[in-house]
């Protein structure tokens, strides 16, 4: 089963414990953190911690019926996103149409049903294959991976900003002092490896 964020800093906690308690060098430390931000499923997780006492293997507490939940949620967001923007435009072109009737003494001919009409004719299309595909998975996985990018953007900025403060670094740092930072903050683990989509 697939690994969460939370998850993976669970994991996280418990090996800079295990660094804390010289059960890990440095250099082990940072393998395993990078392989904890990096790792897909709980199997992958679960081996970090294997050889490390008074760690407990990761065990999903979802039930079946809450795994049904999320996918259906998964799939209720793709059709959001695949049908979003064919309801704004059926609503805004009906209510020009409605506006128009109004105004008008006669009956008009309901003429943006040549605009949604096709159109929601190769969105029928595209929804039946995009299902039969998987697409509502890769969807969730590409939107998930975005909000680990601006999470990870914005958890930066906090460290950059509280470097400035702690005068660690200047007011405007340089790229190589930029990089030379982040990669400190992540040896130390106060800074997770950049998320990397999903393969």
Do not use: C
Not at 14 to 40: F, M, N, P, V
Not at 49 to 70: C, M, W, Y
Not at 78 to 100: M, N, Q, R
Request: proline fraction near 6%; avoid cysteine; glycine fraction near 8%.
């Amino acid at each position: 089963m697939r690994a969460a964020d939370d998850d993976r800093r669970q994991v996280a906690d418990q090996l800079r414990l295990a660094l804390e308690e010289g059960r890990l060098d440095l250099t082990e430390y940072d393998e395993r953190l990078q392989g904890a931000y990096a790792a897909k499923t709980y199997a992958e997780l679960d081996r970090l911690l294997t050889d490390l006492p008074n760690s407990a293997p990761l065990v999903p507490a979802q039930s079946a019926e809450v795994v049904g939940v999320e996918a259906e949620g998964t799939r209720a967001a793709w059709l959001g996103h695949v049908w979003g923007g064919w309801a704004k435009a059926a609503v805004f072109f009906t209510l020009i149409w409605g506006i128009s009737s109004l105004a008008s003494t006669e009956a008009i001919f309901y003429w943006p049903v040549w605009i949604v009409g096709p159109w929601g004719v190769v969105l029928v299309f595209r929804t039946i294959g995009g299902l039969a595909s998987g697409e509502p998975r890769k969807h969730a996985a590409e939107e998930e991976h975005r909000r680990r990018l601006r999470e990870h953007k914005r958890d930066r900025k906090a460290l950059y900003t509280k470097a400035i403060a702690a005068g660690e670094l200047p007011d405007k740092p340089s790229k190589e002092q930029r990089k030379a930072f982040i990669a400190e903050a992540m040896a130390r683990g106060d800074l997770p490896p950049k998320p990397r989509r999903d393969q």
